[in-house]
């Protein structure tokens, strides 16, 4: 198990490795196992590219953000040329249906709405726009559609957590109510649990899932 102190340096380490970060600019701070990341970033792709670096170092248990988006001159831009960004964006997604995705900007933080049957589809569209200039936020509010009765999600889900060879996939239990999934047990490291998650997303039927797993570190 590492110390706090070791893991600052972890993580310190690897936001200078992040060629897209500028990790001068990022203080880090570490109790518990928990990293605290504070200061000002350029851009919400590189507040959104430091905290998934700090994710990537191992013996981190969670990620508090307190990263504030800054824009310099050049990067700011009005809501209504961020909403017409956003909206051309998205209508050249071939993952999402036309007009499916409804677009709100407001002091350069865009919120999504609407309506899609994937997960999958949710993440193209937060995706698809978080490097854009000007925005300083995402806010994702869309919403899964129901679909057909899911009898068979829960074999559906162990079956491909096994194809994806996950190390504790027999350590992983999986809860079925309705639509909706909750996953528990015990998971080493934060790749295997967003495998579990993104198994758990990709099996038809699915509007919601609970990650009650707990991350465990191999000494």
């Known amino acids: ?28 701070e570490v109790k518990g196992g ?42 700011k831009r009005s809501d209504s040329d961020i909403a017409r960004s956003v909206e051309n964006v998205l209508e ?8 499916a995705v409804k677009v709100l900007v407001e002091k350069g933080w865009v919120t999504l709405t609407g309506e899609l049957e994937w997960q999958y589809q949710k993440n193209a569209a937060v995706d698809s726009i978080r490097f854009l200039l000007g925005v300083v936020g995402v806010r994702d509010q869309i919403a899964l559609k129901p679909m057909i009765a899911v009898s068979a999600v829960k074999a559906d889900i162990e079956a491909a957590l096994k194809r994806r060879a996950i190390a504790d996939a027999h350590d992983i239990s999986v809860t079925v109510n309705g639509a909706d999934v909750t996953l528990s047990g015990i998971v080493h490291s934060w790749s295997e649990r967003e495998l579990a998650r993104e198994s758990a997303w990709g099996t038809p039927g699915v509007r919601n899932v609970l990650d009650n797993m707990t991350l465990v570190f191999e000494t």
């Open 34 to 75: 928990v990293v605290t990341l504070a200061g000002e970033v350029g851009s919400y792709g590189e507040k959104y590219n430091a905290e998934r670096a700090t994710q990537r170092v191992s013996g981190v248990k969670a990620v508090a953000s307190e990263l504030k988006v800054a824009l310099s001159e050049t990067g």
């Open 1 to 28: 198990m590492k110390s706090d102190r070791q893991l600052q340096k972890d993580v310190s380490a690897e936001l200078a490795w992040e060629p897209s970060v500028h990790a001068a600019q990022i203080g880090v």
């Open 92 to 99: 050249w997604s071939t993952a999402l249906p036309d007009g």
